[in-house]
């Protein structure tokens, strides 16, 4: 069955092209369309037919990377909230911007790494607000002055702003601001907030 026939739905963990597009990503920080074809036994036109084109690829191979990294922080800052939402996507971001790979593919093939990470029409960016909604929803709980699915847009548009600052504005990458900016957009509240005074 073509993995490509509904875009929504990720490619299976142990899907034996997703494992060499991710061993190849880790290597290259890119993939070669061509190479991974070949090391999977297949055809190019089949690969293609099978498992989308290369941005589709790509977005998977982020995909799989950052939802791992995302599940490991948030068994950290689950049941905490709009705070605990706020440290898992910085804390991921950071970790994230850590992989070689990652530095590689976002610094040398900028605009396809920003295709593939912020566009509506990839996979990334569509799940990753898929994700937000659920969390919000189960651990705030719906807002009462905008849909869920607004609220969870604009949190992962502050996050994609600063994971990708310095492309876009040459600034230096400021993970600790996405999660406070992140924590204000959730109407998280500290523990013993300032006063006027202070």
């Given at each position: 069955?073509?993995?490509a026939?509904?875009?929504?739905?990720?490619?299976?963990?142990?899907?034996?092209?997703?494992?060499?597009?991710?061993?190849?990503?880790?290597?290259?920080?890119?993939?070669?369309?061509?190479?991974?074809?070949?090391?999977?036994?297949?055809?190019?036109?089949?690969?293609?037919?099978?498992?989308?084109?290369?941005?589709?690829?790509?977005?998977?191979?982020?995909?799989?990377?950052?939802?791992?990294?995302?599940?490991?922080?948030?068994?950290?800052?689950?049941?905490?909230?709009a705070?605990?939402?706020?440290?898992?996507?910085?804390?991921s971001?950071?970790?994230?911007?850590?992989?070689?790979?990652?530095?590689?593919?976002?610094?040398?093939?900028?605009?396809?790494?920003?295709?593939?990470?912020?566009?509506?029409?990839?996979?990334?960016?569509p799940?990753?607000?898929?994700?937000?909604?659920?969390?919000?929803?189960?651990?705030?709980?719906?807002?009462?002055?905008?849909?869920?699915?607004k609220?969870?847009?604009?949190?992962?548009?502050?996050?994609?702003?600063?994971?990708?600052?310095?492309?876009?504005?040459?600034e230096?990458?400021?993970?600790?601001?996405?999660?406070?900016?992140?924590?204000?957009?959730?109407?998280?509240?500290?523990i013993?907030?300032?006063?006027?005074?202070?």
């Amino acid at each position: 069955m073509s993995q490509a026939s509904d875009s929504s739905a990720p490619f299976a963990p142990d899907d034996p092209v997703l494992k060499l597009a991710i061993a190849m990503f880790e290597r290259d920080g890119w993939i070669d369309a061509r190479l991974l074809a070949k090391e999977a036994g297949i055809g190019r036109a089949t690969l293609y037919r099978r498992y989308g084109d290369r941005d589709r690829i790509l977005g998977e191979v982020v995909w799989a990377l950052f939802h791992d990294i995302a599940a490991d922080q948030w068994e950290k800052f689950h049941d905490r909230g709009a705070e605990g939402i706020a440290e898992m996507i910085g804390r991921s971001q950071h970790a994230g911007a850590e992989i070689p790979a990652m530095r590689k593919f976002v610094t040398e093939h900028t605009e396809t790494a920003l295709r593939v990470m912020t566009s509506g029409r990839g996979v990334v960016q569509p799940r990753t607000i898929e994700s937000l909604i659920r969390l919000i929803t189960t651990q705030i709980g719906e807002p009462s002055d905008i849909e869920v699915g607004k609220l969870a847009y604009a949190v992962a548009r502050v996050g994609e702003s600063f994971y990708h600052r310095e492309l876009i504005t040459g600034e230096p990458t400021d993970f600790e601001s996405t999660t406070i900016v992140i924590k204000r957009l959730l109407n998280y509240q500290p523990i013993n907030p300032p006063t006027a005074a202070e």
